[in-house]
Nanobody, 115 residues
C-alpha cells in the first residue's frame, strides 16, 4: 500500500500564507482522490479539499477562494496552498489518499495561525 507524509506546517500570522506538501511512497496517478482534512483542538476532523485523478477539485465552503489543492503526478506529491490564513484555520492538517481498494492517511502537520 502507498504511504503518504505531510510537511510544511508552521506558525504564521493572520493573513499569511503556507504551502503544505503530501508526498506519496508510490504513484498518485492511479488514486481516485487525494484529499486534505484538518482537525482543530477539541473538534472532529473535517474535510478541506480534494483533487481527483481527472484533474477536478472541490473545496469546503470555509476555505473556498483562499486554499488551492494541486498535484504533481511526476513527483507523487499533492499540495495545499493556503492564503489569507485565519486563526480558525489552526489545526493539524492531514493528507488522505483514496485508491479503489484502500485509503491511507498521513500523520499530519501542525498549522498555527496567530499573531
Amino acid at each position: 500500500q502507498v504511504q503518504v507524509m505531510e510537511s510544511g506546517g508552521d506558525l504564521v500570522q493572520p493573513g499569511g500564507s503556507l504551502r503544505l506538501s503530501c508526498v506519496a511512497s508510490g504513484s498518485i496517478f492511479s488514486s481516485d482522490f487525494m484529499s486534505w482534512y484538518r482537525q482543530a483542538p477539541g473538534k472532529e476532523r473535517e474535510w478541506v479539499a480534494l483533487s481527483t485523478s481527472k484533474g477536478g477539485t472541490n473545496y469546503a465552503d470555509s476555505v473556498k477562494g483562499r486554499f488551492t489543492i494541486s498535484r504533481d503526478n511526476a513527483k507523487n506529491t499533492v499540495y495545499l496552498q493556503m492564503n489569507n490564513l485565519k486563526p480558525e484555520d489552526t489545526a493539524v492538517y492531514y493528507c488522505k489518499g483514496t485508491w479503489s481498494t484502500y485509503q491511507t492517511w498521513g500523520q499530519g502537520t501542525q498549522v498555527t495561525v496567530s499573531s
